[in-house]
């Protein structure tokens, strides 16, 4: 999981967790890395430099050179979900880096429907388990909605660790 510290990368950390993956969690830097193995990860790694072992799946959120490194890490058969591009550069991948595997690998946009068709129903289980206590829904910012141009400013400038939350009325 690649940006695992935002607020995306969060709960998918939880989602993989609770769902009995084996969860390396990937941040930018130590301080951004706190407080990811209470959220389920197994392993922490401060950038993809270090990892050297073929992963089965790659959740990405931050696109560019971090989604081609990811691509590269995945084992015969493995899938890359892009679900972000924080990074705001393109990803270009090498030439031939897509050729050779007996087993193709994958890389699927969540944009694209990635198989998700029925997002009532996946809201609703979300819910079920931010209730339950088992998925925690951290909140970084919290104000009235005459702020709501501080709350993007601070998730712009990535400041903000958790969710925003607007107070309306």
């Known amino acids: 999981m690649t940006g695992a510290s935002g607020g995306v990368g969060g709960f998918a950390v939880q989602l993989a967790a609770l769902g009995g993956a084996y969860v390396i969690a990937v941040a930018g830097s130590e301080e951004s890395a706190r407080g990811l193995t209470d959220l389920g990860a197994d392993e922490v790694a401060i950038g993809l430099a270090g990892l050297t072992e073929p992963v089965d799946v790659v959740i990405d959120t931050v696109g560019g050179d971090q989604l081609?490194?990811?691509?590269?890490?995945?084992?015969?058969?493995?899938?890359?979900?892009?679900?972000?591009?924080?990074?705001?550069?393109?990803?270009?991948?090498?030439?031939?880096?897509?050729?050779?595997?007996?087993?193709?690998?994958?890389?699927?946009?969540?944009?694209?429907?990635?198989?998700?068709?029925?997002?009532?129903?996946?809201?609703?289980?979300?819910?079920?388990?931010?209730?339950?206590?088992?998925?925690?829904?951290?909140?970084?910012?919290?104000?009235?909605?005459?702020?709501?141009?501080?709350?993007?400013?601070?998730?712009?400038?990535?400041?903000?660790?958790?969710?925003?939350?607007?107070d309306v009325g």
């Open 68 to 166: 081609i490194a990811s691509y590269t890490l995945l084992a015969p058969g493995g899938t890359l979900q892009s679900v972000g591009w924080a990074s705001g550069h393109e990803a270009t991948l090498p030439v031939g880096s897509t050729l050779g595997s007996p087993v193709p690998k994958a890389i699927v946009s969540v944009y694209n429907g990635g198989g998700l068709t029925d997002r009532q129903a996946q809201l609703s289980r979300l819910l079920t388990l931010v209730a339950a206590g088992r998925l925690r829904v951290p909140v970084g910012w919290r104000g009235p909605w005459g702020k709501i141009a501080d709350a993007v400013e601070a998730l712009g400038s990535r400041r903000l660790r958790g969710k925003a939350v607007l």
